[in-house]
């Protein structure tokens, strides 16, 4: 089922969220719930709390459903290892229409549980180092506006105040 995804503002988006316990079938669900969401958006990524769901899971897949084992699920994730730096444009689902070019880690190691409560370890580069990194900014509370500094951020922020405003948000 395609679930709504929070925008920017909305308070599960603002907020740490909590790991989770155990693989329930309702676990099950949020996990085909996010995927089938993130493939209809279309993105690459997409955590738990874009859907309002407050626990720690994040799904991935850069090539949006084209390869056959572009697909990876994380349930309470954590860092192994980050290094070195890159600067792209990123956007994010839950801040449609706005980009801005963002600091993220070169490298990046994830260990986490799959969906079956197996523990694995990925390491990403370039792209998928950039959406570790974000997905797991979404589960500490924070969106890419808040990396940003000064009149990047400001200028975003105010856009999304105005449209909130007009209702158009
Ligand atoms: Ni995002």
Request: aromatic share 6%; glycine share 8%; net charge negative.
């Amino acid at each position: 089922m395609i679930r709504p995804i929070l925008k920017y503002g909305e308070a599960p988006l603002h907020q740490r969220a909590e790991p989770v316990a155990a693989i329930t079938p309702d676990i099950e669900r949020l996990i085909d719930d996010m995927i089938e969401t993130m493939y209809a958006a279309p993105g690459v990524g997409l955590a738990a709390p874009q859907v309002g769901v407050s626990v720690r899971i994040f799904v991935v897949d850069l090539s949006v459903g084209r390869e056959r084992d572009g697909l990876m699920t994380f349930v309470n994730p954590e860092f192994v290892e980050r290094d070195g730096m890159q600067l792209e444009e990123e956007g994010c689902l839950s801040v449609p229409g706005f980009n801005a070019t963002v600091v993220r880690p070169a490298r990046a190691v994830v260990k986490a549980l799959n969906r079956h409560g197996e523990s694995f370890e990925k390491e990403g580069t370039e792209l998928l180092a950039r959406a570790f990194q974000h997905e797991m900014d979404h589960l500490d509370g924070t969106l890419f506006v808040d990396r940003l500094r000064g009149i990047k951020r400001d200028l975003i922020v105010t856009k999304i105040r105005k449209l909130t405003r007009a209702g158009k948000w």
